[in-house]
């Protein structure tokens, strides 16, 4: 009723605005009572509501529809005879009124044999992206429906006589299917609804969900997806890979280039993350060692856990030319010590993983407020995304680049290797700027990012299936050679 009511409202407006309608020089205007409209599954004529102000047109899609007015002038009712539906299933078709140059179309649904027309649509499509519709309940009194059986249906009530379904983004790789019932209050009418969404790829270009969400949530900075792959190293412990062409518009490019993007994502909840150092040895602070030499002397020395990989960490620096001692750029905690407390610049940021076991990405004004919590914890530099906003840079430098973001609630972090420098090494990847850097974490899923030592020092590692472990990217080195350096991150599951 309450819908009705305002159909009445809508038309009595377009009649008062109307005026004298069809005189010289004004234009057309056409309306409909009610729109869609909705009529039983007996044959009947049916009055269509209609509002003109001037002579108009009426022609039907299909055949059951039968116009018996194909003409008439302003304030004439258009009717239509509409056949029996004998099939249980609701049918659409649609009256197209034309009045000069003005045009509108009609909605005609007729409900099914069965379930007494209950339900305006017993079979609904979503496309791939689940953009929402609705169906029309049949019935002044109140109503409900079952819950969703499924978490990527969305059902809504959206009125007295309406109920809207919408999705989640399809990235399965296949059409989906769910089914629900709308019930009258008093269950003396129900109708089963099946919602099908379909899966179109051409606007995710990957193979793999993983890459799918990613290049998605990514707008239009991905190109092209020539190779993409994703394994679960362990339970919470996830490793993708995507070769893809991408503009970094920053970066001073017009058209898109290669990118090799190596990405880490780790439920903290079921895994942690720990800052390694040389041989895994606290004295050899100020030493550099390969991260594919770093992280095997992890799991060597600690038969507790597991390694499942990891990437390089902080900037660093030679004390003195060839004296082959080194100082990091910001702090560093293991094992709840903290090792060195000084920064480098007042530039620097924290990654820092907490003794209640979330992480963090932070400032150096919020670290320095937390530091009794801290458990492991390394120093960055630039803050790529802060607090869910992605950094802007009028900097569009690009180099190889390492990345580490965490989630708002600090229990997945991501850790981001991007190849570079393809013109001097031949890496098969050009590089990146941070802005774009810091939009690859977010599309990910990251609420704040910073950024870690790039360029040569560009490591991604991961223990493959026997216990080896493999250096996955090509540094930016003469002969794509790893580089020694001071520390990074390991991901690690306790046994």
């Known amino acids: 009723m309450y819908s009705r009511i305002l159909s009445l409202i809508a038309v009595l407006g377009l009649l008062l605005s109307c005026g004298k309608g069809g005189e010289a020089g004004e234009p057309a205007a056409i309306a409909f009572a009610q729109n869609p409209l909705l009529v039983e599954s007996e044959a009947a004529v049916v009055d269509c509501g209609l509002v003109c102000n001037a002579a108009w047109t009426a022609t ?61 649509e017993a079979n609904v499509h979503l496309d791939t992206y689940g953009k929402s519709t609705y169906i029309s309940i049949n019935t002044e009194d109140e109503w409900t429906w079952t819950a969703s059986p499924v978490e990527w249906l969305k059902l809504e009530k959206k009125g ?11 990235y399965t790789g296949e059409s989906r299917s769910a ?26 270009l990957a193979s793999t969900v993983y890459g799918r969400k990613l290049v998605y949530a990514m707008g239009s900075y991905i190109k092209s997806v020539s190779a993409d792959s994703y394994r679960v190293l362990s339970d919470g412990v996830e490793s993708f890979e995507m070769s893809c062409t991408l503009t970094d518009g920053l970066g001073g490019e017009t058209s898109p280039k290669k990118r090799n993007i190596f990405l880490f994502q780790v439920d903290m909840t079921k895994a942690t993350i720990l800052v390694t150092l040389p041989d895994d040895d606290n004295a050899k602070l100020g030493t550099t060692q390969l991260m594919s030499n770093q992280l095997p002397a992890l799991q060597n020395k600690r038969s507790n ?40 610049q007042n530039t620097n940021t924290v990654f820092a993983v907490f003794k209640d076991g979330t992480a963090k990405c932070m400032s150096l004004a919020a670290y320095n407020s ?6 492991e914890a390394l120093g960055g530099r630039q803050h790529l995304i802060k607090d869910g906003t992605i950094v802007s840079f009028s ?32 890496t098969g990847s050009f590089s990146v700027s941070y802005e774009v850097l810091g939009r690859i974490l977010k599309a990910a899923g990251a609420h704040d990012a910073i950024n870690l030592d790039g360029g040569g020092s560009s490591t991604y590692v991961i223990r493959e299936t026997g ?13 794509r050679a790893e580089r020694k350096v001071m520390d990074g991150l390991a991901i690690v599951k306790y046994n």
């Open 60 to 120: 039907a899609k299909d055949g059951w529809v039968t116009v018996l007015t194909p003409e008439g002038g302003a304030g004439d009712a258009l009717k239509v005879r509409v056949s029996a539906n004998t099939a249980e299933a609701d049918r659409n078709t649609t009256v197209t009124v034309k009045a000069g140059s003005a045009g509108k179309v009609l909605q005609l649904v007729q409900y099914g044999n069965s379930g007494s027309g209950f339900v305006s």
């Open 305 to 344: 856990l597991t390694v499942w990989g990891g990437t390089n960490g902080d900037f660093f620096y030679e004390d003195s030319e060839g004296s082959n001692t080194y100082t990091l750029q910001g702090c560093l905690y293991r094992g709840g010590t903290c090792l060195k407390s000084d920064f480098y």
């Open 160 to 170: 007295p006589a309406a109920l809207g379904i919408s999705a989640d983004v399809n």
């Open 179 to 204: 089914s629900f019932t709308v019930s009258a209050a008093d269950n003396s009418k129900s109708a089963q609804v099946t919602v099908t969404q379909e899966f179109s790829n051409e606007k995710f």
């Open 370 to 375: 937390v530091t009794s919590q801290i458990q």
């Open 395 to 426: 900097d569009g430098t690009q180099h190889p680049r390492t990345a580490v973001g965490t989630s708002a609630d600090g229990k997945t972090v991501w850790m981001l290797v991007v190849d570079g420098r393809d013109e001097l090494y031949g």
């Open 467 to 479: 216990g080896t472990f493999t250096r996955r990217n090509k540094p930016s080195n003469a002969g």
